[in-house]
C-alpha cells in the first residue's frame, strides 16, 4: 500500500496541494470531510466517538482502505498512526503567519484585520481539537518524513515535490496492505472500542461516482491534463421549497474546481433540457448570489474538443 498524510497550519492551503499530488500519482484524494464522513458510515451516525479513541477508529478506517487502494490523506494528526504502516510517507505545511494571512485574504475575500482574526480563530481550534483527540496542540518535526514551506512554493510546485518525493521512494510500486495484516490492526482496534460499546461495522469504502455520460469523462480527462483540480457533483443545491419549507428542487453541478471556487455545468443536450438546465441555474444564481457557476453550451464543449484533436468525438445527444 501507499499512503501519504498530508497536515498543514491555517492558511497554508494544504488541501489543494494534497489534492493535487493525489492527481499526479493517480491515487485517491480524502479530505478531511470525507474522512469524518467515513467515520459515520463505518460506525453509525448514532454512536459518538469519544476523542480519546477517535485515533484508533481513524486506524480501523485506514486500515480498510489500504488494503484496496493507495491514497492521499489530508487531515490533521494522522502521521501519528501510520508510522508502521509499509509505503507510508507523513508530510507537514507550513509557512509565517503574513503568508498564511494573505491566503486567507485571497480565499475568502477579507480585510486583512478580518483575515488575521481567522486565522486566530482557526489555529486555537485546530490545536484544541487535536490536543484532545491525539494528545497534543501540534505534530513534532520527528513525526513527518518531509516538511515543507508554503511561502516560496505554490500548490502545484509542492504537488510536483511530493510526487518525486513518492516516485523516489517507490510508492507507486508498492502492493497493497495484505489482508492478514488489515485484519491483525482492525482487530486490535476492535478491542479497544469494544470498551467503549462501539463496534465497527465494516462497511467504509471509497465511493466513486460513475459519470454520467462521455461528455463529462472527456472534460475531466482535460482537467486533469492541465493539473487543474475538479470534484464531480460534490454538491447539491435546494432551489425550491414547499410551503412547508420542504425541499421540492435541488441542482447537482457536474464539477467544482476548488482553486477557483467555481462550479461548472456541462449542457450538450437537446434544447428543451438546455432551457430546463438553464431556469435551474438562474434560480441557483439568484438564491445563492456568492456561488460561482459557469456553465458550458455544447458550442463551447465542441470548441474543446476541436482545440484538443478530438474532433472524432460526438458529443450524446
Given amino acids: 500500500?501507499?499512503?501519504i498524510t498530508v497536515t498543514g497550519e491555517p492558511g497554508c492551503r494544504t488541501e489543494e496541494a494534497a489534492r493535487l499530488t493525489a492527481q499526479r500519482l493517480g491515487f485517491e484524494f480524502i479530505s478531511e470531510s470525507a474522512l469524518r464522513q467515513m467515520i459515520v458510515e463505518e460506525f453509525g451516525a448514532e454512536n459518538v466517538i469519544p476523542d480519546r479513541v477517535y485515533p484508533h477508529a481513524l486506524t480501523s478506517i485506514l486500515a480498510?482502505?489500504?488494503a484496496s487502494n493507495h491514497f492521499v490523506v489530508c487531515a490533521a494528526g494522522l502521521e501519528t498512526?501510520?508510522?508502521?504502516?509499509?509505503?507510508a510517507m507523513r508530510v507537514a505545511i507550513t509557512a509565517p503567519e503574513t503568508f498564511r494571512v494573505g491566503s486567507l485574504m485571497l480565499d475568502h475575500r477579507l480585510e486583512r484585520g478580518e483575515a488575521l482574526s481567522l486565522l486566530k480563530h482557526l489555529e486555537q481550534e485546530s490545536s484544541h481539537l487535536r490536543r484532545k483527540q491525539f494528545g497534543r496542540a501540534?505534530?513534532?518535526?520527528?513525526?513527518?518524513?518531509?516538511?515543507?514551506?508554503?511561502?516560496?512554493?505554490?500548490?502545484?510546485?509542492?504537488?510536483?515535490?511530493?510526487?518525486?518525493?513518492?516516485?523516489s521512494r517507490e510508492?507507486?510500486?508498492?502492493?497493497?496492505?495484505?489482508?492478514?495484516?488489515?485484519?491483525?490492526?482492525?482487530?486490535?482496534?476492535?478491542?479497544?472500542?469494544a470498551r467503549h460499546g462501539i463496534a465497527p461495522a465494516g462497511t467504509v469504502s471509497l465511493r466513486r461516482k460513475p459519470f454520467a455520460n462521455d461528455s463529462e469523462q472527456i472534460f475531466a480527462n482535460l482537467l486533469d491534463f492541465y493539473r487543474?483540480?475538479?470534484?464531480?457533483?460534490p454538491r447539491s443545491f435546494a432551489i425550491q421549497w414547499d410551503e412547508q419549507g420542504k425541499v421540492q428542487e435541488s441542482f447537482t453541478p457536474d464539477f467544482y474546481l476548488p482553486e477557483f471556487d467555481l462550479?461548472?455545468?456541462?449542457?450538450?443536450?437537446?434544447?428543451?433540457?438546455v432551457t430546463r438546465k438553464n431556469r435551474k441555474v438562474k434560480l441557483l444564481r439568484i438564491i445563492y448570489p456568492r456561488i460561482n457557476i459557469q456553465v458550458f453550451y455544447q458550442k463551447d464543449f465542441r470548441g474543446l474538443i476541436f482545440k484538443h484533436g478530438l474532433a472524432e468525438y460526438v458529443p450524446q445527444a
Fill in 263 to 273: 462550479y461548472l455545468e456541462l449542457t450538450t443536450m437537446k434544447q428543451a433540457h
Fill in 1 to 3: 500500500m501507499a499512503v
Fill in 171 to 193: 510508492l507507486t510500486g508498492q502492493g497493497f496492505l495484505l489482508a492478514s495484516r488489515e485484519a491483525q490492526i482492525r482487530f486490535q482496534v476492535r478491542l479497544k472500542l
Fill in 138 to 167: 501540534s505534530g513534532k518535526g520527528s513525526d513527518f518524513d518531509l516538511v515543507i514551506n508554503a511561502q516560496s512554493l505554490a500548490s502545484e510546485h509542492i504537488a510536483e515535490l511530493l510526487e518525486s518525493s513518492a516516485r
Fill in 64 to 66: 480498510r482502505l489500504a
Fill in 228 to 233: 487543474i483540480a475538479w470534484e464531480y457533483e
Fill in 81 to 87: 498512526l501510520v508510522p508502521d504502516f509499509p509505503g
